[in-house]
Every structure is written in C-alpha cells, then in structure tokens.
C-alpha cells in the first residue's frame, strides 16, 4: 500500500535548535510539496519540487528554512533556528506529475512545537 | 489570502442528512479539487472536477463547478459519522508552476 512517509511524527524542541523533518514521496512519484498547517493560517505552501528541482519556495522564510531533494527518495525540510511561531504540523505531500490532473498523497505530518 | 475560500467555516448536521459547502476561487484554474482530512492526520483526495465540468458524481458525494462565479460546491449525501473531518478545495493554477492551493477548510461534525 504505497503510501508518503513523513519521520518525526510529533518533535519537541527549544528555541533555537536546528529541525530536519524527512519525507519519502511514493515510489515513482516525481513532484512534491511542503506545507504547514496551522489554525490561523490554514495550510500553508512552503515548497515545490518537481524532478528534484526546486520550483517554488516563495512560500517559505528564506533566512531559516531550507528544503532541499538529496534524492528522489528523501525531500528534506530544515528549520535554523527555530521560533516558537514555527510550531505547527507540517505535511509533505507528493504526486505522480501526471499533468494537470494530478492528484496529492499526503503524508501524516510531523507536528512541531518549539518552546 | 488564499486561493480557495471555503464557507462554510463550520457544520454541524445530524447523520441522515446533507452536507454542502462551497469554496471561492480567484484566479483560472485547471481543476479543482476536494480532500477530507480527519483528525491528527494528512489529507485524502476525493474528486477532482475538470475547468470543463460542471457537474460530477463519486458515491455520496456531488461537486458541481462554476467558472463564471469561480466558485464549487461539495454535497455529501445521507451523511454518517464517519464523514466528520474537515473538507478543503484545492485549485491548482494554470500558469507553469502548477501549484496546489488550498483554502481554509469546512470543518464538518456528523452526531448520530
């Protein structure tokens, strides 16, 4: 059953430590997607990748957050330093890249609080 | 602001009964897109409704399109339990990016 695979499930941290949160897409799958979630803001798009090349970050604070595709098997999400505004769930969400009927598979989310 | 508005903010509606929610749209889009996410969990791809469409069926559920209004309704049918989440559009734009937005979500709770 394929399926996104997003590692840590929960993550507790002080302020200004470094976060790395991990996705592994669907097998095949050649575009991926960040976003965070949160109460005030709904879901948020950080980043876009498609063919491990980064599309679109506009989303995302360039001075502390970076994302970044090793391989097509690992989309990476980094936080340096963290701040208690960054606490929220934070979805990887993947696609096939069939075009414009493409659909996303998400991942379960990796909920951050820093304190 | 985001690309998809959905109004809804919440429901509340015994089991048995319909649910409807409407999302607003502002730029042209090349579908349109509703998920359901429960509780703790990621989102899940229901239907996707083509810019050409207006109207399409999946089991209980019926999502109409209107690309005059910009705008898109999602009907749940003789509602259960199980169908309390929360529902989000989601349009994805038609310039070279193609990306996915979504609105702020409907969040529906079905009491038996």
């Known amino acids: 059953d394929a399926r996104v695979t997003q590692t840590p499930r929960h993550k507790v941290t002080e302020m200004g430590q470094e976060v790395t949160m991990r996705c592994q897409p669907i097998l095949g799958h050649n575009t991926v997607f960040w976003y965070r979630q949160t109460m005030m803001q709904g879901l948020e798009l950080l980043a876009y990748?498609?063919?491990?090349?980064?599309?679109?970050d506009s989303g995302m604070p360039k001075d502390r957050f970076s994302a970044e595709m090793p391989d097509a098997t690992l989309a990476t999400l980094k936080i340096q330093p963290s701040e208690p505004r960054d606490s929220a769930v934070y979805f990887c969400?993947?696609?096939?890249?069939?075009?414009?009927?493409?659909?996303?598979?998400f991942g379960s989310g990796t909920q951050l609080s820093v304190l | 602001s985001q690309q998809g508005e959905e109004d809804p903010q919440a429901l509340s509606i015994q089991e048995g009964e319909n649910a409807t929610m409407n999302c607003s749209y502002k730029t042209s889009i090349n579908n349109l897109q509703w998920y359901r996410q429960n509780s703790g969990r990621g989102l899940v791809h229901l239907i996707l409704?083509?810019?050409?469409?207006r109207e399409k069926h999946s089991g209980r559920l019926r999502v109409t399109l209107d690309t005059s209004k910009k705008s898109s309704s999602l009907l749940i049918t003789a509602s259960r339990a199980a169908d309390t989440a929360s529902y989000f559009c989601?349009?994805?734009?038609?310039?070279?990016?193609?990306?996915?937005?979504f609105g702020a979500g409907t969040q529906v709770v079905v009491t038996p």
């Open positions: 990748f498609r063919n491990r090349a980064p599309l679109d």
């Open positions: 969400a993947s696609g096939p890249g069939t075009g414009g009927d493409e659909k996303l598979f």
């Open positions: 989601a349009t994805r734009t038609t310039d070279s990016w193609g990306k996915f937005q």
């Open positions: 409704i083509r810019s050409n469409e």
